[in-house]
């Protein structure tokens, strides 16, 4: 074997070599791209959870509860002094449970669901509300459904409120049991531990 021809072949499997760091270098990139990927996906767990329901939810729906850290309630008004809300930043705590009924195949009015929402200070230890003391945390009642002039949110001034914070870091527990007279109601009592 003449030397240009060891030249040629060693030449020949450096290329090879050299194709196969290419071939892992590349891998190592997209390996490390798809880690940067799923790093940036992160959610701020400090300004909205979702927590696993404790509460008694009706068999023939879903339920959720989710607390919101630096929120507010707007509450505005329209027909005849019925509330609406929006969700807003601010220096407390919003919390929401919410019943969704399994709609009713092909039926128009086959959706339903109620809403409940609380806004509390964070440094709100041991709150202890009832009766009309109720609307101090803005407690509202929202029914949602084809039913005709008993849709929307009801202010909430009938039943017992009581968020305690427990010894543990940032646990919280909240019991409420409330009653509307407005409207019919599935959803009257809420049983939830949460953290902040």
Same mark, same amino acid.
């Not at 990927?37 to 329901?53: H, L, P």
């Given at each position: 074997?003449?030397?240009?021809?060891?030249?040629?072949? !060693?030449? %020949?499997?450096?290329?090879?070599?050299?194709?196969? &760091?290419?071939?892992?270098?590349?891998?190592?990139?997209?390996?490390?791209?798809?880690?940067?990927?799923?790093?940036?996906?992160?959610?701020?767990?400090?300004?909205?959870?979702?927590? =696993?329901?404790?509460?008694?939810?009706? @068999?023939?729906?879903?339920?959720? +509860?989710?607390?919101?850290?630096?929120?507010?309630?707007?509450?505005?008004?329209? %027909? $005849?002094?019925? #509330?609406?809300?929006?969700?807003?930043? $601010? #220096?407390?705590?919003?919390?929401?449970? %919410?019943?969704?009924? &399994?709609? @009713? #195949?092909?039926?128009?009015? $086959? &959706?339903?669901?109620?809403?409940?929402?609380?806004?509390?200070? %964070?440094?709100?230890? /041991?709150? =202890?509300?009832?009766?009309?003391?109720?609307?101090?945390?803005? !407690? *509202?009642?929202?029914?949602?459904?084809?039913?005709?002039?008993?849709? $929307?949110?009801?202010?909430?001034?009938?039943?017992?409120?009581?968020?305690?914070? !427990?010894?543990? /870091?940032?646990?919280?527990? *909240?019991?409420?049991? +409330?009653?509307?007279?407005?409207? #019919?109601?599935?959803?009257? =009592?809420?049983?939830?531990? +949460?953290? !902040?």
């Amino acid at each position: 074997m003449s030397y240009i021809n060891k030249y040629k072949v !060693l030449t %020949e499997n450096q290329i090879q070599i050299s194709n196969s &760091h290419m071939y892992l270098r590349f891998i190592l990139f997209l390996f490390l791209i798809f880690l940067i990927g799923c790093g940036s996906k992160k959610t701020d767990k400090k300004q909205t959870t979702a927590y =696993e329901i404790k509460s008694i939810c009706p @068999v023939d729906g879903s339920c959720s +509860f989710t607390s919101w850290k630096n929120k507010s309630l707007l509450i505005t008004y329209y %027909e $005849g002094n019925k #509330p609406s809300l929006e969700i807003v930043n $601010g #220096p407390n705590i919003v919390i929401q449970f %919410e019943y969704k009924r &399994h709609e @009713v #195949p092909n039926a128009s009015d $086959g &959706h339903y669901s109620e809403h409940i929402y609380i806004e509390f200070a %964070e440094n709100e230890t /041991d709150l =202890e509300l009832e009766g009309k003391n109720l609307q101090n945390v803005k !407690l *509202l009642f929202g029914r949602f459904c084809y039913c005709k002039g008993q849709n $929307g949110f009801y202010k909430i001034t009938n039943g017992k409120l009581s968020i305690k914070k !427990l010894k543990v /870091d940032n646990l919280y527990e *909240l019991k409420l049991q +409330f009653t509307t007279n407005e409207v #019919p109601q599935i959803i009257t =009592e809420i049983k939830e531990t +949460f953290r !902040l």
